[in-house]
């Protein structure tokens, strides 16, 4: 079905569709209009979900994590500081294995106060144990959390999920979509069926008690294997979601990747803005691609790398500084896979761009592919750790 | 019409110019075109300048960035030529659309000497008319339709009728005199071609 719709209605849709048993939430911008749309759904019985308003993030989490352990599906969606205030949570939700999907519209986190999109808030919480899908547009965003339960849920993972999308970029501006059948929906997402949950008393368990130096370890272990796993459970998702829906997705999309000399990196919405880049340097006759990482974690180093390895030189572009004096994590990560795996003769450079809302612009794009072309002959490369389109003075 | 069609919409807060950059997103959309209707969101508060943005095409829109060399300019409330610089970027071949009673002589040295085409509308007068209240959005949407000929004005005129028939279900005492802005919008602009 055509539709148009903002990117926080179609997570709200959904939701919708997927009708969980749990939905808490605390509103802040620019994720608020997901809740607020869910809850109309609640309040004119479209869904029978337990809709829980909390008085602070850290409460969402919270009460995410005890519906997931009673053997609930709980989902939430926040931004910025609302992934700050649920930080110790966030970690519990993932140590517990507890398969909760939350929606994380990406915004800068304070200070100084700023409501707009950079990634800060998801590369934040990179290393807590959750799986994270970013998302280009309002359709790979309901795609996305389509697809959410089914990866969360396998019993080889049971890790909680990030629907990761652009704030206002994509949150609040409306495009074409097409959404499938709530039947189709439904039967694709299907049934959450814990093995093991608070709530039976067949099998009584308890969840979260004192883990010391006889058995962290291995549960940090059995955590870290889940991750691995979940490489083959989203592939094998992702196939049997386009034969459903038609629709393609993997780790990572290439564009014009074949043949390309020099390439670009990125996540989320300016990947859209560097495709039309790319048509226009395509049509000039210059080699350029680009890739776009939807699955972030687990992180695809060797897929990366394979892909990479026939390029001069790549630009990995962060809308989160690191703040490391080395670059931005997506650039450190893209280098290290690269390394990693033995391809040593691409060049790298990092970019940290759109920090705090500040517009990304096709020539902000343009430029990079220029320096890249220039990057590409050169022995070294000459400070590879670049701020793009600041003001310098 | 071309490939893609990219306005910019100023106004200021409390105007609908944000809403009528949906409703046009709205009414394209359901002419089969891709759409995209995005404000840019500052300090939200009455009265303060906005922008809000459209993107048109019959191909799918990958660009996620604000317009910066529109085809065509939308300006919801006059007093904001005095400050803000409207026509900046503005496509040779565009047009730019303002709510205002100014003659040519005064908008053109109002806009520094733009020497692009002017079409302007008394929204206030057939908002005030039609709608009996000041909202200007209404009337300037027709206005950009006629002159950006996204869509065929009849068609507009029907689907607007459906969509503010589901937009004010619950107050349909303000359908008509909506329906009557556009009509009146559509007959009443006035172009200033370039020069």
Not at chain 1, 326 to 344: D, I, M, Q, R, W
Not at chain 2, 165 to 185: C, Q, R, S
Request: charged share 25%; hydrophobic share 40%.
């Amino acid at each position: 079905m055509k539709e148009r719709l903002s990117g926080n209605e179609a997570v709200a849709t959904a939701m919708k569709q997927i009708n969980p048993d749990v939905v808490a939430a605390f509103p802040i911008t620019p994720s608020t209009e997901i809740p607020q749309y869910f809850s109309t759904f609640v309040n004119n019985g479209t869904v029978d979900t337990e809709f829980i308003p909390v008085e602070s993030e850290h409460s969402t989490m919270s009460a995410c994590i005890g519906a997931e352990a009673a053997g609930c599906r709980a989902m939430t969606a926040t931004s910025s500081n609302g992934v700050s205030l649920m930080w110790e949570m966030i970690y519990i939700a993932s140590s517990l294995r507890l398969p909760i999907v939350m929606t994380v519209v990406n915004r800068a986190v304070s200070g100084p106060l700023n409501i707009h999109n950079d990634h800060s808030d998801s590369m934040g919480c990179r290393d807590s144990g959750w799986i994270q899908l970013y998302s280009e547009t309002n359709q790979e965003a309901y795609d996305n959390m389509l697809m959410a339960n089914r990866i969360a849920e396998h019993p080889d993972v049971k890790l909680p999920v990030m629907i990761c999308m652009d704030g206002f970029i994509t949150s609040h501006a409306i495009e074409n979509i097409e959404l499938e059948s709530d039947e189709k929906v439904k039967k694709f997402v299907g049934e959450y069926k814990p093995k093991d949950y608070l709530l039976n008393s067949k099998k009584p368990i308890s969840v979260g008690p004192l883990d010391l130096q006889s058995y962290l370890f291995e549960h940090k272990k059995q955590q870290s294997v889940a991750m691995v796993n979940a490489q083959k459970v989203i592939i094998e998702v992702a196939e049997e979601f386009k034969k459903t829906f038609g629709r393609e997705y993997g780790f990572f999309e290439n564009y014009k990747m074949k043949d390309a000399e020099i390439a670009i990196v990125v996540l989320n919405s300016t990947a859209g803005t560097a495709k039309a880049v790319v048509d226009d340097l395509r049509k000039k006759g210059i080699k350029a691609g680009l890739i776009k990482i939807r699955v972030f974690r687990p992180f695809p180093a060797s897929q990366l790398a394979k892909d990479l390895r026939n390029c001069k030189a790549v630009a990995i572009l962060d809308k989160a500084d690191g703040l490391n004096a080395a670059g931005g994590p997506v650039f450190t990560e893209v280098t290290s896979a690269l390394y990693s795996n033995n391809v040593k003769d691409v060049k790298a450079v990092s970019y940290i761009y759109g920090i705090g809302g500040r517009d990304v612009k096709t020539d902000d794009i343009k430029k990079v592919y220029q320096d890249l072309a220039k990057i590409k002959d050169q022995s070294t490369v000459r400070n590879p750790y670049r701020h793009l389109g600041v003001r310098e003075e | 019409m071309k490939d893609l069609i990219e306005i910019r919409w100023h106004g200021r807060g409390g105007q609908g110019a944000k809403t009528a950059s949906l409703l046009l997103a709205d009414a394209a959309f359901n002419t089969g075109k891709f759409i995209q209707g995005f404000p840019e969101y500052g300090p939200e508060r009455m009265g303060a300048p906005i922008t809000a943005f459209n993107r048109i095409s019959d191909e799918p829109i990958t660009i996620h960035s604000n317009i910066y060399e529109p085809d065509f300019v939308v300006v919801v409330d006059d007093t904001l030529l005095e400050n803000v610089d409207v026509t900046s970027g503005l496509k040779k071949d565009g047009a730019i659309v303002i709510n205002t009673t100014k003659n040519e002589k005064d908008l053109r040295k109002l806009l520094n000497n733009y020497d692009g085409t002017i079409c302007t509308l008394d929204a206030r007068k057939i908002s005030v008319e039609t709608i009996g209240r000041y909202f200007p959005n209404t009337p300037m949407l027709a206005a950009i339709v006629k002159v950006s000929k996204i869509m065929d004005e009849n068609i507009f005129l029907k689907d607007m009728v459906d969509s503010f028939k589901h937009k004010f279900a619950k107050k349909p005492e303000v359908i008509d005199g909506n329906i009557k802005a556009i009509e009146m919008a559509l007959k009443e602009v006035t172009f200033y071609e370039k020069k």
